[in-house]
């Protein structure tokens, strides 16, 4: 079983980066596709982004292409998400999720997460 643990959060103005990281353990982390979601206050849960287990394919929202890049290091057990031009609507709580199946973003696919790291994006 896969065990997920996002950091690299925090707060950030407007216009700004940061990068997550989601380093996993307890099982083949290669066999696993893995994405972000976030939640935002009083917002469903919602896909940001997928890589597949190769890192060969990835996806993004509408919201978030050409802002953010996934990536993902199967040596180091990690999936990153670089997040650039970072809006206030940005501002939510950012988790990985890890499954068997293809890296699309929809919430049913995914049967491991982590605990979640705050963004919040203000001046």
């Known amino acids: 079983q896969l065990q997920l643990v996002e950091s690299g959060g925090g707060l950030v103005q407007p216009g700004g980066s940061l990068r997550l990281s989601c380093a996993a353990s307890g099982s083949t982390f290669g066999f696993y596709a893995v994405a972000w979601f976030r939640q935002a206050p009083g917002k469903e849960r919602e896909g940001v982004s997928g890589i597949s287990a190769t890192g060969g394919s990835t996806n993004y929202a509408d919201s978030v292409n050409g802002r953010f890049t996934i990536s993902r290091d199967n040596a180091k057990n990690t999936v990153y998400l670089q997040m650039n031009s970072l809006r206030p609507e940005d501002t939510a709580v950012y988790y990985c999720?890890?499954?068997?199946?293809?890296?699309?973003?929809?919430?049913?696919?995914?049967?491991?997460w982590g605990q979640g790291t705050q963004v919040t994006v203000s001046s």
């Open positions: 999720a890890s499954t068997r199946g293809p890296a699309l973003l929809y919430l049913y696919l995914y049967d491991h």
